[in-house]
């Protein structure tokens, strides 16, 4: 396997895609948690905490076959390159 196949693999990202709803919904729960913070001069570390695990948790609702499929797809193409690997 070459450098450029070994690039080609990391670019592709499609293990790194699925990961973006949950952190993208985990950083604006966290953004609105700690501007009530800030608006209500609220200090603790449970509020800015407890509004991000249901985000986190039911982010992958929405666009789970969406994840499902970059997950799968990803998983393939690594595996054909395994193979391909082995084959020569």
Do not use: C, Y
């Not at 953004?31 to 985000?55: C, E, S, T, Y």
């Amino acid at each position: 396997m070459a450098n450029a196949d070994v690039a080609a693999l990391i670019r592709d990202g499609r293990v790194m895609k699925p990961g973006g709803p949950p952190l993208l919904a985990g950083l604006a729960a966290g953004l609105v948690a700690d501007l009530l913070q800030a608006v209500n001069r609220i200090n603790g570390a449970a509020v800015a905490f407890v509004p991000k695990v249901p985000a986190i948790g039911g982010a992958p609702v929405l666009p789970g076959p969406f994840m499902g499929g970059e997950l799968n797809a990803g998983t393939h193409r690594r595996s054909d390159a395994l193979v391909a690997v082995g084959g020569s």
